[in-house]
């Protein structure tokens, strides 16, 4: 075997139950079987339905009988007509509550609205009752019960005859009935044409799941082994290409800006490794130089003072440089693993002006910061107060006589710091916030970085204006608290 890694992406299409391939295989054949199930479903619920309407008409028939003044209830409970007829065929009471909405809704789509009778048209084809068999058991004392299709098998009529005494004789009859549109039977009825039919269209449905699916996959799978080919030349790849303007050009685009911010990521950590590994070289030769020198020369002791001194700034130097880069590794981490409440803006920027204006180094300046109503967000108390002081040093260090400091609250929290030194040219501000990217002595280039990362931790954003030689403007807009 070659001691060379395989190339990724090569490996053969999943055909498990989670492969589109196989799902759209598998919805296209149900589509085709879709009609044999609904005859099956049918067989199921044909069979049950006489039984069902005999049980209600029976026991409506029977409640009606027993409580007469109770009909509407009785009959609104089972769903049925309720009919009390007297021995001459004389109506006396008739309710109606048996169900014509949805079953009849779907008799009228699957017949049309004239292809099942409705229970009242049914009723007039069996005649008069004095001549149903039902009524006259009833009338001789003996409740009866049956059931009636009508012409066709569309609907299914079930009645119930009790009689009501009074004195040992019959005075009346309780007729109740109740009926199905038998919707579900017109495809019961076709089941045999139905097998034909389907036996016709399940190839046909097996080749076009098969099409569909490969449609689907094939072009995620060119997008993919493309996509891990990028993966071991990142720098230098070059753009995916599928040739397609519908769902599949969106997604090769989408990944294509992706592999572009990908890339520009890891260029970007690569030259700051470069540039901290540049940047390290200095103090740490002068460390080791300084040591060297201690060795050689131990005998003279101003010397030693001179090389100590060198020593200690080189490792404050470096020492400052490891802690900030450590500080934005977190801060373009995102802050995640640190506690964050709610803060007031206005008294942080105070209290880093206030402690500024003492700092020695800054004597000749004048601090002032102008608070424009009350600045409440949450966030990172430490690193907040980090994004500020870096911004008002930086903006001292390049001062001639003020830095202000304004602190304003609209849609957002906005906290501008401005100075009046020589300002920023047009070429340098895209670059201000990079990496080791500065112009101010001694500074380590990772003061505005870190600005720009605690800024976006926090969901907002770090921004800039200058107008040579009338200073700059740095700012960090952050969401305030609602």
């Not at 016709?200 to 099409?211: K, R, S």
């Not at 801060?331 to 803060?343: C, D, F, K, Q, Y």
């Not at 926090?458 to 700012?475: I, N």
Request: with cysteine; aromatic share 4%; glycine share 8%.
């Amino acid at each position: 075997m070659s001691r060379w890694p395989q190339r990724r992406g090569t490996k053969p299409a999943h055909w498990g139950l989670r492969s589109l391939r196989v799902r759209a295989f598998i919805i296209a054949v149900l589509v085709a079987v879709l009609p044999l199930a609904m005859v099956a479903a049918a067989s199921v619920i044909e069979s049950g339905v006489g039984d069902r309407l005999r049980v209600a008409v029976d026991a409506a028939a029977r409640q009606a009988a027993a409580n007469p003044s109770e009909l509407d209830a009785t009959a609104q409970q089972w769903e049925v007509q309720l009919r009390v007829v007297a021995p001459d065929g004389q109506v006396r009471a008739i309710v109606d509550h048996h169900d014509t909405g949805t079953t009849s809704a779907l008799g009228d789509v699957f017949f049309g609205p004239d292809g099942a009778p409705t229970l009242a048209e049914f009723d007039a084809e069996l005649g008069p009752l004095l001549a149903r068999s039902p009524f006259v058991s009833a009338l001789a004392g003996a409740p009866s019960s049956g059931c009636n299709a009508s012409t066709g098998g569309r609907l299914l009529e079930c009645h119930a005859a009790v009689p009501i005494r009074e004195g040992g004789r019959v005075v009346a009859v309780v007729y109740a009935q109740d009926g199905s549109r038998r919707a579900i039977r017109a495809l019961y009825d076709l089941r045999y044409q139905l097998i034909k039919l389907t036996l016709i269209t399940v190839p046909c449905a097996i080749a076009l799941g098969w099409w569909l699916g490969w449609r689907m996959v094939r072009p995620i799978e060119r997008l993919r082994n493309q996509a891990l080919a990028q993966v071991d030349r990142l720098s230098r790849g070059v753009p995916l290409e599928l040739g397609r303007r519908d769902e599949f050009g969106d997604l090769t685009a989408a990944l294509n800006r992706l592999i572009d911010e990908v890339r520009g990521h890891a260029q970007a950590h690569e030259a700051a490794l470069a540039d901290l590994a540049h940047e390290l070289k200095n103090p740490v030769a002068a460390i080791r130089g300084a040591a060297e020198a201690l060795q050689d020369r131990p005998d003279q002791v101003e010397r030693t003072r001179t090389l100590a001194a060198v020593i200690e700034d080189a490792g404050g130097r470096l020492d400052r440089l490891v802690h900030q880069f450590l500080e934005l590794a977190r801060a373009e981490a995102g802050l995640g693993g640190e506690a964050r409440e709610s803060i007031d803006l206005v008294a942080l920027a105070g209290g880093v002006v206030d402690s500024t204006r003492t700092d020695p180094r800054w004597a000749h300046l004048s601090f002032s910061c102008t608070p424009m109503g009350t600045a409440l967000l949450t966030g990172v108390p430490a690193r907040l107060e980090t994004a500020l002081r870096n911004l008002v040093d930086n903006a001292a260090s390049f001062a001639s006589s003020r830095v202000d400091v304004r602190v304003s609250v609209g849609e957002a929290v906005l906290v501008e710091v401005e100075d009046d030194g020589p300002g920023i040219g047009a070429d340098e501000l895209p670059r201000i916030f990079d990496r080791f990217h500065s112009k101010r002595h001694g500074g380590t280039g990772l003061g505005l970085a870190l600005v720009r990362a605690i800024a976006e931790a926090h969901d907002g954003r770090a921004l800039v204006r200058s107008e040579p030689p009338r200073g700059s403007t740095f700012a960090i807009e952050l969401p305030r608290e609602l």
